[in-house]
């Protein structure tokens, strides 16, 4: 079956853009995360989706904001960017962590550069 | 709190064992991950264990997990160059959904 999918893989924005990364999970899969990977802070949890409500929040400010809609497929914004927002934005799909099955599956990322 | 830490390097040579460690802080962890990462690349799922079991065996992969210590560790068999990667350990918090908490990552090199 096919995996998650990010688009775009790869973007350039200049500072003060603003910024939409979409995901689709693996079929059958309801609950979205989203993380953040840089060199100097590595990965870092921004916020996971489940059943389009917001269920987990990471320490990052209110530029990165997300949704999921209805058939589990999720975006994330980042307004107004900044320099340090340039990373690799990965997205992980599973069923539901909060049940026996434990399998959380990632996609290629969105590869963000801010100049 | 919530704290996962990783060695940063290991290097072996082709055929060998690698064993790579990790040590995690929050004693409420339901699953522990192992995954790999190859350059520009995401996260490929290796393994993963519920944490109220202590070994996993999976191929080339064996799992353990000391939940006393807080230690977990991935054992790669017959380590190949194409295992030359990132590998990173990550946990998930009981009642935290799919937040995981994950460490720096082990840079595996592997020499023929």
């Known amino acids: 079956k096919a995996g998650v999918t990010q688009t775009p893989r790869y973007l350039i924005k200049t500072r003060g853009q603003q910024v939409t990364l979409s995901c689709s999970p693996i079929s059958g899969h309801r609950s979205v995360s989203w993380y953040q990977q840089t060199p100097g802070q590595g990965l870092q949890f921004l916020f996971e989706y489940f059943s389009e409500t917001q269920r987990n929040k990471g320490n990052f400010p209110g530029r990165f904001s997300g949704r999921q809609f209805s058939n589990s497929r999720s975006e994330m914004n980042v307004s107004t960017l900044e320099l340090g927002d340039s990373a690799l934005y990965l997205c992980a799909s599973s069923r539901d962590l909060t049940s026996a099955d434990g399998e959380l599956f990632f996609g290629e990322g969105s590869r963000l550069t801010v100049l | 709190g919530e704290d996962v830490e990783q060695s940063l390097f290991l290097s072996v040579r082709e055929g060998d064992s690698s064993v790579i460690n990790c040590t995690y802080t929050?004693?409420?962890?339901?699953?522990l991950y192992w995954y790999k990462q190859e350059p520009g690349a995401g996260l490929q799922l290796l393994t993963y264990i519920f944490s109220n079991m202590d070994m996993k065996q999976d191929q080339r992969l064996t799992v353990l997990l000391n939940k006393k210590d807080k230690h977990l560790s991935l054992r790669i068999a017959d380590t190949q160059t194409g295992d030359s990667a990132i590998y990173f350990c990550a946990e998930s918090i009981d009642g935290q959904g799919g937040k995981l908490i994950f460490g720096q990552g082990t840079e595996l090199s592997v020499k023929p």
């Open positions: 929050d004693s409420s962890s339901t699953y």
